[in-house]
Each structure stands twice: as C-alpha cells, then as structure tokens.
C-alpha cells in the first residue's frame, strides 16, 4: 500500500470522477487553502452545518442521534461554540475506487485555532458528501469559512481489492447528499 501523489489523484479525477467539482490547483491567496496538494486534497466546506444543543442534551448517544439534538445553519461562516463541536459537510462529491482507501485528516490553520477535526476512514467504494465532525478545544468561539479549505484527504492505494467494500456491505453512510449524524442500522 503506499500513498499517492498529486498526479495519481489528477488521473483518478479524469477517469473515474472521484473528486467533483475537482480543482487542479492549490488555491491559498486570501483563504484557507484548498485543491490539488502534493500527495493529498484539500476539501472545502459548504455553507451548511450542524450545531449541537448542549444546553437541551443530558448526554449525546451514538445509537440513538436525533436531528432534534443539532441547529441547522446556512452561512458564510459558522461559529463553533467554546469546548463543543458541529457538524459539516464537504462541497465535494468523492467516489474512492476499489482498491483505495482515504483518509481525512484536518489543515494546520484550523489546528492553530484549537479545532480537531476527526480523523475520518473513507473506506473502498464509499461515496458521498464527505459528513466532518470538528471540535473547537479553545476557550473562545472559532470561525470555519464557507467555501474554503477545511481538511484534507489522503489516498492509499492497496496492491490487491479488498473482498467486501462499504458499497458491498451496503454501507449506512453510502451516497450521502447532507449532513448526516451518527446512526446504527
């Protein structure tokens, strides 16, 4: 398995349409940085998110999630609370092929600012919105910009297919189109 490079992901864009919209370039003047890297890509956020209600909560179940528990906002930015977290989603559409799996990790901008963002599998055959939890850890409100660089993913790239991918298994989180919280089947 290795990682993969900036022109490995440019011919998987072209061939097989794993990143949409896909920007060639690494875009950074005046934003937080996103497109074409090295030996990754920088996904953008959309301008929609989660927040969660702390204050209406007595605890957060994974297997019990209801949309009741988050605020929907739309925005050109969004304020993540002091010490809580939200919900977002990329703007780009990924497909990850057979043989490859993604990792999304988070930009060290934000990480600066006291926001992890959690590091997320996207496993074989697995598409859809990428859903990206962030926690702010600092003390104060942090800004997360619409449309700009958010976090990023990278490839690997296995020497033999997988038996059973996520599209195989009939993955929960298969073609995401929104937000989507954490639910079981």
């Not at 977002?88 to 057979?98: A, D, G, K, Q």
């Amino acid at each position: 398995m290795s990682i993969k490079s900036d022109r490995w992901i440019e011919k998987m864009c072209k061939q097989y349409r794993m990143i949409e919209p896909f920007v060639k370039e690494h875009i950074s003047k005046g934003v937080i940085s996103y497109g074409l890297s090295g030996y990754g890509y920088d996904l953008r956020v959309a301008d929609e998110f989660k927040i969660i209600r702390e204050k209406t909560l007595a605890n957060l179940d994974p297997k019990n999630v209801s949309n009741e528990n988050f605020e929907n906002r739309t925005g050109d930015f969004c304020l993540i609370p002091k010490n809580s977290f939200a919900l977002f989603r990329s703007l780009e559409y990924l497909r990850i092929p057979r043989n490859v799996i993604a990792i999304v990790t988070g930009k060290s901008t934000y990480a600066r600012c006291g926001i992890i963002v959690n590091v997320t599998p996207l496993e074989p055959e697995w598409e859809g919105f990428v859903t990206i939890s962030l926690t702010n850890s600092a003390s104060v409100p942090v800004k997360i910009y619409a449309h700009e660089g958010l976090c990023q993913v990278l490839f690997f790239e296995s020497d033999e297919v997988c038996r059973m991918s996520y599209a195989d298994r009939k993955g929960k989180y298969q073609a995401q189109q929104q937000i989507t919280s954490a639910k079981i089947k």
